[in-house]
T-cell receptor
């Protein structure tokens, strides 16, 4: 069964304290991995798509990387405004436009 | 600006009533989706549509119905058959298979 697992469930950082979030997946024949940011009471906001092992993408303090079994979202010198839930998702079911989501990592950055 | 509009933001329903959640997009996207989000669970796919007048069931379609009469619109009806409808509902769209979804701001449905 295709699955997406995110860890940790919650992470509390001090402002400026860098860390990484993990997303592991068991789908076969990966056709992309997506990262989203979700603020409370709002819809997820698209961050990155990664397609192949070794690929990296960056946006401000965020960098996403991909291996054959997992993806990492590295947060460098985070600020309080980076506090949010970060979701990852992969296509499933033989169609690349249906996504299965992990349960997310709730990140809190304290000033 | 292009985007997805969901309405209403908050919705209260009495048990036994059907309610319809609106989702409209002006992004010219072909595919549209409905997800349900519950605390501690990932987003779960209810229905999706890749073209007008066609839609498929997702993982948790029981108790829900949809229509796709126009490219821009994909309303979701939560019927009285849905046993636990209280949740946060998210509508999304995508241009092609390999592009990230654009999500709406969600509708929080509460059964009272």
């Amino acid at each position: 069964e295709d699955q997406v697992t995110q860890s940790p469930e919650a992470l509390r950082l001090q402002e400026g304290e860098s860390s990484s979030l993990n997303c592991s997946y068991t789908v076969s024949g990966l056709r992309g991995l997506f990262w989203y940011r979700q603020d409370p009471g709002k819809g997820p906001e698209f961050l990155f798509t990664l397609y192949s092992a070794g690929e990296e993408k960056e946006k401000e303090r965020l960098k996403a990387t991909l291996t054959k079994k997992e993806s990492f979202l590295h947060i460098t010198a985070p600020k309080p405004e980076d506090s949010a839930t970060y979701l990852c998702a992969v296509p499933w079911g033989g169609a690349t436009n249906k996504l299965i989501f992990g349960t997310g990592t709730l990140l809190a950055v304290q000033p | 600006d292009g985007g997805i509009t969901q309405s209403p933001k908050y919705l209260f329903r009495k048990e036994g009533q059907n309610v319809t959640l609106s989702c409209e997009q002006n992004l010219n996207h072909d595919a549209m989706y409905w997800y349900r989000q519950d605390p501690g669970q990932g987003l779960r796919l209810i229905y999706y549509s890749q073209i007008v007048n066609d839609f498929q069931k997702g993982d948790i379609a029981e108790g829900y119905s949809v229509s796709r009469e126009k490219k821009e619109s994909f309303p979701l009806t939560v019927t009285s058959a849905q046993k636990n409808p209280t949740a946060f509902y998210l509508c999304a769209s995508s241009r092609t298979a390999n592009y990230g979804y654009t999500f709406g701001s969600g509708t929080r449905l509460t059964v009272v």
